[in-house]
């Protein structure tokens, strides 16, 4: 490989100046001037429920009300994969906050008084709060109408139950996997909701002007995506892509909350309704928790069979989702974790049920690790499991069986290249695996626990990147792409891509935020792709620059185009040693010849990427056919656990994660994504704690009981280790990394907390409450009071997997 | 009902008109312009809002605006009137922040500590931004950098 000067360097973020000093500008920070609307949402106290009627007569008499909007004023459906969300719902409520009506006034306090005078009635119906309940027969159901609903080709509801989406993937032969193990074990993991608490709230600002053009500036991951889910709901009133315009400045975070179109649709639908004034609508932190997306929970049985020498024979995985009230994007996490259960193991015999079960709790969505989290905290801790039933040592079980380049996976493709092996090593060498530890406190017990993971982007075949470029008059270069900094350090990694192949200087290039109106396409910021595939883009744009320029040098002077090559900001010729002619010199104004004409103009282009070599098309049966992830990455990570005996107190001693970047374009901002993700892995198992009451209200809608980490609860010690066997169709060899790192956490601490004091949690989150009840011999379901975390409420250990009569549909 | 109130905003006296019931957050960025602290939560858990009041950080979302009259307000804006601070350079160098979001809040609480204890410790330079939540960063880099500028300053010494 010729030597690297850009990629692979540590640049510094080319966003962090503006937000050090404070200058970086979000959504909430743009001014309207004094026309702008505020916008407040009446919504549903009740779960379940029929709307009889919505009297908005003493709102609309309030002095300072513009409009108040309803179902009746604004009646489409959208979705992403499966169109089954309403902008306002005309005839029913499926979750409590669920918005029924907006007022739309000249300031926020009117707009907030007025709303408390619309008038609702309700039927009350009777919620769907337990996954038993959902999938009985003659079950209650939440979508009547799931059978009309438009959808993407591989997703498969069942009308007339509350299945959304049933992901089942076949390999081998499953009974005969079983036959040849030595051992089957088989158990059952739950892992509730998570929400993904990015500190700047949902914010849109939507003007529709009398020239009948919509722009929407929005706290998004997703601009294009955005446009193009509005545009398709707002189509009946005679709006297309050309009309509506998406701008994305800065975002306060993500995770999968901002992808997709959730709260937008709010902002987009008032904003037709009150032409020719821009009207805002700012989630409170309570609406953040209950109406964006939320992390599913779920119910998931694991079969694992083995050889007595530790061969994986096969694996039965069922996973039951509560996907909550509208799975429009919530289904598409289902499927890539029925694609995707085995985890990073070469499993012959495999089958994979993934069920996505309409619920009366908030819509489901992406979350950081797309469903991946989930599963991995139940294959994780039974693989370590497991291996103490056979006796042997976990980690070497999970390197028995860890997956390699050209492995056949469970839906039937190859395996790509795979550092996995590597990075088991590294971290068990890091950890100090199987040396035991003693803390000097005698109240102090330390354990340490061990996790594999992968994770593929979760995309549709046709998910595209583009990019254009453009030098300036003194050499420097714009790049207007529409992947989002959504704070992973994107724009850095585009320019140090660009810089690679035109060896123009990082901090000679500027990448912008995304316009719709004039940045390249992007399909979205989701699934750890765009290093990639924007990545990928970008790099075409950079080449197709760097064609453009030597054409100019040709036929300006003459030069054999094969003999030029760019170095320090110049062209040069090997050919002609003494030759060289800075960018700058010629990329706006051209080279001018001896007859005083000039030849050239302004250097500028463009560059696509599609994973062309994907499909979604498979037997719904099977799963076999298709090639519908483009690659894993994969990673091992450890922890070492301290637990106070008597408060059940964790403290993360030491945390080590090794993942495998293909080639790290930038290592400390993988080491950043490494440290970030941890931390937030860790939340999940440690502090994070959601709460629904038995009637589906979310009881702890805010940072004071809904708890994430501080600077007083992060780890001693995290070690990121990055691992680079490269991805041949990535740049310059990259894949992504960003949301993998948090997949692994939940289930090294209950391996960890197993470790060192003998309690075996099968459910998330592992507190310090539920670890000191457990460990004295209190079991917390008795005495957690009548909340629930997920719509589950039975006894895992009894669980019926099979809803025979809801899936005869 | 509206009440003038004069106050001392970045350094530059400034004059407003305020409703009795006016949160602070909301008169510095819809009314003085100051747009670098963010409305997080509105109820004092999450730091995005944080300013200095006469050099203390104060939770502006809660607070009214007429508490702050005849008062002194610092924002990130003020801070670098002169150039990056020392905890500016230390946090770019340290690759600080990832969304950015909590920067302003943060950057106040760690300017306050700085002041009163040059040279903290980590511990107490977790103690200082615990009321500042970040969910991307893990903390890690933000402790460094303000570790780091003590580091630096006694090494100058």
């Given at each position: 490989m010729t030597q690297l000067n850009f990629v692979g360097e540590s640049s510094k973020r080319i966003d962090l100046l503006a937000k050090v000093t404070g200058a970086a500008t979000y959504v909430d920070d743009l001014d309207f001037g004094g026309d702008l609307l505020y916008a407040e949402i009446v919504e549903s106290p009740y779960a379940h429920a029929l709307i009889k009627s919505i009297n908005t007569a003493a709102a609309e008499k309030v002095p300072g009300v513009v409009r108040v909007v309803t179902?009746?004023?604004?009646?489409?459906?959208?979705?992403?994969?499966?169109?089954?969300?309403?902008?306002?719902?005309?005839?029913?409520?499926?979750?409590?906050?669920?918005?029924?009506?907006?007022?739309?006034?000249?300031?926020?306090?009117?707009?907030?008084?007025?709303?408390?005078?619309?008038?609702?009635?309700?039927?009350?119906?009777?919620?769907?709060?337990?996954?038993?309940?959902?999938?009985?027969?003659?079950?209650?159901?939440?979508?009547?109408?799931?059978?009309?609903?438009?959808?993407?080709?591989?997703?498969?509801?069942?009308?007339?139950?509350?299945?959304?989406?049933?992901?089942?993937?076949?390999?081998?032969?499953?009974?005969?996997?079983?036959?040849?193990?030595?051992?089957?074990?088989?158990?059952?993991?739950?892992?509730?909701?998570?929400?993904?608490?990015?500190?700047?709230?949902?914010?849109i600002v939507g003007l529709y002007d009398l020239a009948g053009r919509l722009t929407l500036w929005s706290a998004s991951q997703s601009p294009y995506t955005q446009r193009n889910v509005i545009a398709q709901a707002l189509a009946p009133l005679g709006l297309s892509h050309k009309d509506i315009r998406v701008v994305t400045p800065y975002v306060g975070g993500g995770f999968g909350g901002k992808a997709g179109v959730s709260m937008e649709i709010i902002g987009a639908a008032l904003a037709m309704m009150v032409k020719s004034h821009p009207v805002k609508v700012r989630w409170t932190r309570a609406q953040e928790f209950y109406n964006t997306y939320q992390r599913q929970g779920v119910v998931a049985r694991i079969k694992l069979g083995v050889k007595k020498d530790g061969t994986i024979t096969a694996i039965e995985h069922?996973?039951?989702?509560?996907?909550?009230?509208?799975?429009?994007?919530?289904?598409?996490?289902?499927?890539?974790?029925?694609?995707?259960?085995?985890?990073?193991?070469?499993?012959?015999?495999?089958?994979?049920?993934?069920?996505?079960?309409?619920?009366?709790?908030?819509?489901?969505?992406?979350?950081?690790?797309?469903?991946?989290?989930?599963?991995?905290?139940?294959?994780?801790?039974?693989?370590?499991?497991?291996?103490?039933?056979?006796?042997?040592?976990?980690v070497e079980f999970r390197k028995k069986n860890a997956i390699r380049e050209g492995d056949t996976l469970a839906y039937g493709?190859?395996?790509?290249?795979?550092?996995?092996?590597?990075?088991?090593?590294?971290?068990?060498?890091?950890?100090?695996?199987?040396?035991?530890?003693?803390?000097?406190?005698?109240?102090?017990?330390?354990?340490?626990?061990?996790?594999?993971?992968?994770?593929?982007?979760?995309?549709?075949?046709?998910?595209?990147?583009?990019?254009?470029?453009?030098?300036?008059?003194?050499?420097?270069?714009?790049?207007?792409?529409?992947?989002?900094?959504?704070?992973?350090?994107?724009?850095?990694?585009?320019?140090?891509?660009?810089?690679e192949i035109l060896t123009v200087p990082v901090e000679?290039?500027?990448?912008?935020?995304?316009?719709?109106?004039?940045?390249?396409?992007?399909?979205?910021?989701?699934?750890?792709?765009?290093?990639?595939?924007?990545?990928?883009?970008?790099?075409?744009?950079?080449?197709?620059?760097?064609?453009?320029?030597?054409?100019?040098?040709?036929?300006?002077?003459?030069?054999?185009?094969q003999t030029l090559y760019l170095e320090d900001e110049k062209v040069k010729c090997r050919a002609r040693p003494a030759f060289e002619l800075p960018l700058r010199d010629f990329v706006i104004n051209g080279i001018q010849t001896p007859h005083g004409n000039f030849i050239g103009g302004p250097i500028l282009g463009s560059g696509m990427f599609m994973p062309e070599f994907t499909s979604a098309l498979s037997d719904p049966e099977t799963s076999q056919g298709g090639h519908p992830n483009v690659h894993y990455t994969v990673g091992?990570?450890?922890?070492?656990?301290?637990?106070?005996?008597?408060?059940?107190?964790?403290?993360?001693?030491?945390?080590?994660?090794?993942?495998?970047?293909?080639?790290?374009?930038?290592?400390?901002?993988?080491?950043?994504?490494?440290?970030?993700?941890?931390?937030?892995?860790?939340?999940?198992?440690?502090?994070e704690d959601i709460r629904y009451s038995r009637k589906g209200k979310l009881l702890n809608a805010n940072f004071t009981d809904y708890k994430i980490p501080t600077a007083m609860d992060v780890p001693d010690e995290i070690v990121p280790v990055i691992i680079e066997v490269p991805q041949p169709d990535g740049p310059f060899?990259?894949?992504?990394?960003?949301?993998?790192?948090?997949?692994?956490?939940?289930?090294?601490?209950?391996?960890?907390?197993?470790?060192?004091?003998?309690?075996?949690?099968?459910?998330?989150?592992?507190?310090?409450?539920?670890?000191?009840?457990?460990?004295?011999?209190?079991?917390?379901?008795?005495?957690?009071?009548?909340?629930?975390?997920?719509?589950?409420?039975?006894?895992a250990d009894t669980y019926k997997f099979h809803a025979k009569g809801a899936a005869k549909k | 009902m509206n009440q003038r109130i004069t106050l001392k905003l970045n350094g530059e006296t400034r004059s407003v008109d305020v409703?009795?019931?006016?949160?602070?957050?909301?008169?510095?960025?819809?009314?003085?312009?100051?747009?670098?602290?963010?409305?997080?939560?509105?109820?004092?858990?999450?730091?995005?809002?944080?300013?200095?009041?006469?050099?203390?950080?104060?939770?502006?979302?809660?607070?009214?605006?007429?508490?702050?009259?005849?008062?002194?307000?610092?924002?990130?804006?003020?801070?670098?009137?002169?150039?990056?601070?020392?905890?500016?350079?230390?946090?770019?160098?340290?690759?600080?922040?990832q969304c950015g979001f909590c920067a302003p809040g943060v950057v106040l609480s760690a300017t306050e500590l700085l002041e009163k204890n040059p040279q903290p410790t980590e511990e107490e330079a977790k103690e200082a931004i615990a009321g500042n939540l970040c969910r991307c960063t893990g903390y890690e880099p933000i402790i460094k950098a303000i570790v780091g500028v003590g580091q630096k300053a006694g090494g100058r010494v």
């Open positions: 179902g009746k004023d604004f009646p489409y459906r959208f979705g992403l994969y499966m169109q089954d969300r309403f902008s306002f719902p005309t005839d029913r409520v499926r979750f409590v906050g669920e918005q029924v009506a907006a007022v739309v006034a000249r300031d926020a306090k009117t707009a907030k008084r007025a709303a408390k005078l619309v008038k609702v009635v309700y039927e009350e119906l009777e919620p769907v709060l337990d996954l038993t309940e959902a999938l009985k027969d003659n079950a209650v159901l939440v979508h009547p109408d799931l059978g009309n609903y438009t959808r993407c080709p591989w997703f498969f509801p069942q009308a007339g139950t509350n299945i959304a989406h049933w992901r089942k993937t076949r390999k081998g032969n499953i009974e005969q996997g079983f036959k040849e193990a030595d051992l089957v074990f088989e158990d059952t993991y739950t892992v509730p909701r998570y929400t993904h608490c990015a500190i700047e709230p949902h914010v069922s996973l039951h989702w509560d996907a909550g009230g509208y799975v429009e994007y919530g289904a598409n996490v289902v499927n890539a974790v029925g694609l995707s259960a085995t985890g990073p193991y070469r499993i012959p015999n495999v089958k994979i049920d993934s069920v996505c079960v309409y619920t009366n709790l908030p819509p489901s969505g992406p979350y950081r690790g797309f469903g991946y989290s989930e599963f991995h905290f139940g294959l994780e801790s039974h693989m370590t499991r497991v291996a103490q039933k056979l006796g042997m040592d976990p493709a190859k395996m790509n290249p795979s550092g996995l092996h590597e990075a088991i090593d590294r971290v068990a060498a890091e950890i100090g695996w199987g040396k035991k530890e003693v803390s000097k406190d005698p109240d102090k017990v330390l354990g340490k626990g061990f996790a594999c993971f992968w994770k593929a982007p979760a995309m549709p075949p046709n998910a595209a990147s583009a990019a254009f470029m453009k030098f300036n008059e003194d050499g420097s270069l714009n790049i207007s792409v529409s992947g989002m900094e959504i704070g992973q350090g994107f724009l850095t990694v585009m320019a140090q891509i660009a810089a000679k290039i500027r990448v912008e935020l995304p316009d719709t109106d004039r940045n390249a396409y992007e399909w979205q910021t989701v699934g750890s792709h765009v290093t990639w595939g924007c990545g990928n883009a970008v790099k075409a744009a950079a080449l197709e620059l760097r064609g453009k320029m030597f054409d100019v040098v040709r036929r300006a002077l003459g030069f054999d185009e091992a990570a450890a922890v070492t656990l301290e637990i106070d005996r008597k408060t059940g107190k964790m403290r993360v001693r030491k945390a080590v994660l090794a993942v495998d970047a293909g080639k790290a374009i930038n290592p400390e901002l993988v080491r950043s994504q490494v440290v970030g993700g941890v931390v937030q892995g860790l939340a999940t198992a440690l502090y060899g990259a894949r992504g990394v960003a949301e993998h790192t948090m997949i692994p956490a939940a289930a090294m601490v209950a391996n960890a907390v197993e470790d060192a004091i003998g309690l075996r949690m099968k459910s998330l989150p592992i507190t310090a409450e539920k670890v000191a009840l457990e460990s004295s011999g209190i079991s917390y379901d008795d005495v957690k009071g009548a909340t629930v975390g997920f719509c589950f409420m039975g006894s | 409703e009795p019931s006016d949160i602070l957050i909301d008169v510095l960025r819809e009314k003085l312009g100051v747009k670098s602290p963010k409305i997080g939560c509105e109820k004092g858990d999450c730091g995005t809002c944080t300013i200095l009041l006469d050099g203390k950080t104060v939770r502006s979302c809660l607070i009214l605006a007429i508490e702050v009259d005849g008062h002194e307000i610092t924002t990130v804006e003020g801070l670098n009137r002169e150039g990056l601070t020392p905890l500016q350079r230390s946090l770019l160098e340290h690759g600080s922040f």
